[in-house]
């Protein structure tokens, strides 16, 4: 098992920055694909970023390339996503979750653990 938990959501203006956190505990961090995923109000689940193991590979949907920045501290076992020049689009819930393999990173019925979620919310 492995124990997810977000932190770091709030609300920014327009424009603005956030740093999210993902901590993890249980069974080997360093051992998961990461990644993260949102959820806007009456809209389904989206792939935001992945990582790969080691941190040396990462993946976006190309709404937040160029903004958005995911990376692991692995000795920390906690990932991250920074989040620059924030639009009211990127409202929502946003979760961590973990999969044992690589491939097929959009799906999230591929990932096995999640967290609870934190919410970002950006004001016009």
């Known amino acids: 098992q492995v124990q997810l938990v977000e932190s770091g959501g709030g609300l920014v203006q327009a424009g603005g920055s956030l740093r999210l956190s993902c901590a993890a505990s249980g069974r080997t961090f360093s051992g998961y694909t990461m990644a993260w995923f949102r959820q806007a109000p009456g809209k389904d689940r989206e792939f935001v970023a992945a990582i790969s193991l080691t941190g040396d590979m990462q993946y976006y949907t190309d709404s937040v390339k160029g903004r958005f920045a995911v990376s692991r501290d692995n000795a920390k076992n906690t990932m991250y996503l920074q989040m620059n020049s924030l639009k009211p689009e990127d409202t929502a819930v946003y979760y961590c979750?973990?999969?044992?393999?690589?491939?097929?990173?959009?799906?999230?019925?591929?990932?096995?653990?999640w967290g609870q979620g934190t919410q970002v919310t950006v004001s016009v």
């Open positions: 979750a973990a999969k044992g393999t690589w491939g097929s990173l959009a799906r999230s019925q591929q990932y096995n653990y």
